[in-house]
T-cell receptor
Framework: GAVVSQHPSRVICKSGTSVKIECRSL??????MFWYRQFPKQSLMLMAT?????????EQGVEKDKFLINHASLTLSTLTVTSAHPEDSSFYIC??????????FGPGTRLLVL | TQLLEQSPQFLSIQEGENLTVYCNSS?????LQWYRQEPGEGPVLLVT?????EVKKLKRLTFQFGDARKDSSLHITAAQPGDTGLYLC????????????FGPGTSLSVIP
């Protein structure tokens, strides 16, 4: 069964609103989680590394004030897309890292901004 | 600049045909991973190759790591429609929280 879940699986919002996406590790604790974005017919691009109890580390070119990450517990990381615009429409995927170093990917969240 | 390159970018073949996709880099890596992603889902790890020259088989899929550990290939024998998906090679960056960096992917379509 799935070991990483995401909620919601799909979300449609109006331009200018904020959207929160949750990533949960279901049967293990994850000190580190990762957030990716994937546009149609493209690969996954790493956005940021989320560490429990500390600030996230963002990849070059990713706006930290637009994509707020909170890793408040060892099983939950959230990504909030603030003031979303149509160009933020994408498939957002998280992964959770086990102590062994291996990562499990979530099923993704499809965001559509109108 | 991309750490990894993949070819071909797109591939459409008939059921029963064989195919090979490639992953290349100018750098040497300690290991390399292959994932498959189906539309609307997260990627699923297929294999990790570690040793130069290593060959791993997963049913009809054969993975090879180049001798110099700078390239890898994935060969599928007698492709089936269920093999359709995006095939991604990736690096696990052990010095950066084990973050996984993906190549651009090969989109495979197997036509019945």
């Amino acid at each position: 069964g799935a070991v990483v879940s995401q909620h919601p699986s799909r979300v449609i919002c109006k331009s200018g609103t904020s959207v929160k996406i949750e990533c949960r590790s279901l049967d293990f604790q994850a000190t580190t989680m990762f957030w990716y974005r994937q546009f149609p017919k493209q690969s996954l691009m790493l956005m940021a590394t989320s560490n429990e109890g500390s600030k996230a580390t963002y990849e070059q070119g990713v706006e930290k004030d637009k994509f707020l990450i909170n890793h408040a517990s060892l099983t939950l990381s959230t990504l909030t897309v603030t003031s979303a615009h149509p160009e933020d429409s994408s498939f957002y995927i998280c992964s959770a890292r086990r102590d062994s170093g291996s990562s499990h990917f979530g099923p993704g969240t499809r965001l559509l901004v109108l | 600049t991309q750490l990894l390159e993949q070819s071909p970018q797109f591939l459409s073949i008939q059921e029963g045909e064989n195919l090979t996709v490639y992953c290349n880099s100018s750098s040497v890596f300690s290991s390399l991973q292959w994932y498959r992603q189906e539309p609307g889902e997260g990627p699923v790890l297929l294999v990790t190759v570690v040793t130069g020259g290593e060959v791993k088989k997963l049913k009809r899929l054969t993975f090879q790591f180049g001798d110099a550990r700078k390239d890898s290939s994935l060969h599928i024998t007698a492709a089936q429609p269920g093999d359709t998906g995006l095939y991604l090679c990736a690096l696990r960056m052990k010095t950066s929280y084990d973050k996984v960096i993906f190549g651009p992917g090969t989109s495979l379509s197997v036509i019945p």
